[in-house]
């Protein structure tokens, strides 16, 4: 099989593509409709009888052609650019230009055992949009809020308080809009009901799951799912001296992080699993947060558990 190399940017495609006589070609597109057409026109010209397309997850810049390679039935795999990164230092590539950085995807591609990938559905994509329209209205809400408080000018405390109604307004329709989605979607529905039986998940972090793991039951284990998220746990020693506090590995989804914190605070008092794996922490003499970040991983592991088997919580399970 082929493989090809995108180096995404907001406006162009930088591509390297090693075709089965192991012979690498290299060229540049467009980041567009037209782009992505001249991209496949480009491609025909090389004889393959499969190609697996890989590329950085860049902002959201590499998502149509993500897209647009899983509509040609290519193999899609989209991966942390700090894996391409880690893989370019460990072959020693000194170079950092577009056209290197695809050939050094290409050769990433070659020789890992990457998962594939395949777009949300359009009410998966849609609630992804509105969960994050409405985590940006409440950042915003916070920071004028913040103001207020502090400003002693009538006019712009006056403009403030306005602000700040509308976003409050906009918040809750945002919100209720993403409630009336959910409960129309008959999968969406059923996920989020498996969500919210996980003691400690209420119903903005189950949609914030939904949203930005949409494919959470599709990964390969409950680890894979936590290290993709940035739970893990992160350990630093080098011999008998150095040993560095164990924390968050916060290689991953920072949403997704910020969404699993409260909720691990509530499960360790509410959660019979996440309080016995707590009480086995707290007793080895583990601080306060490497405790909240094992069960911020406890939940995650749950939440792809019920997912992945379609069913419900059970607070028994250990028994």
């Known amino acids: 099989m082929a493989v090809l190399g995108v180096d995404v940017s907001k406006k162009t495609l930088d591509v390297t593509l ?3 006589q192991d012979q690498k ?7 567009h409709a037209q782009g992505l057409a001249a991209l496949k026109t480009w491609l025909a010209q090389y004889e393959h009888e499969g190609l697996h397309i890989c590329m950085e997850a860049t902002n959201v810049y590499w998502e149509a052609c993500a ?31 577009d056209r290197e950085d695809s050939d050094i995807i290409a050769d990433f591609c ?21 969960v994050r329209h409405q985590r940006a209205l409440q950042t915003s809400l916070t920071r004028h809020t913040n103001r207020l408080q502090t400003c002693k000018d009538p006019v712009v405390q006056a403009s403030l308080e306005t602000l700040i109604k509308v976003l409050r307004t906009e918040i809750q329709q945002v919100e209720q809009a993403i409630h009336t989605l959910v409960h129309k979607s008959a999968d969406l529905r059923q996920q989020f ?7 400690g998940i209420g119903a903005k972090t189950a949609f914030i799951l939904l949203a930005e793991m949409y494919d959470l039951a599709e990964y390969e284990n409950a680890r894979a799912a936590a290290a993709d998220a940035g739970v893990s746990p992160s350990h630093y020693c080098s011999g008998t001296s150095v040993k560095r506090r164990p924390h968050l ?20 008092q509410h959660n019979p699993l996440v309080r016995a794996l707590a009480e086995r922490l707290e007793d080895r003499g583990k601080p306060d947060m490497v405790i909240i970040g094992a069960a911020m991983r406890k939940l995650l592991h749950i939440a792809y558990g019920v997912l992945k088997n379609q069913t419900y919580f059970d607070p028994h399970y250990a028994h």
């Open 193 to 199: 009901a498996y969500l919210i039986s996980i003691k």
């Open 25 to 31: 070609h290299q060229a540049q597109f467009k980041n």
């Open 67 to 97: 897209e647009f390679g899983y509509q040609q039935g290519w193999a899609v795999s989209v991966v942390n650019p700090r894996r391409i990164h880690g893989f370019a230092k460990s072959q020693m590539r000194r170079n950092k230009t």
């Open 249 to 268: 590995s916060k290689v991953g989804k920072a949403s997704v992080r910020a969404a699993l914190y409260w909720p691990a605070i509530t499960a360790i």
């Open 18 to 20: 090693i075709d089965e």
């Open 110 to 130: 070659t020789r890992e055992e990457l998962r594939l990938w395949h777009p949300p559905t359009p009410e998966q994509r849609q609630l992804r949009a509105w």
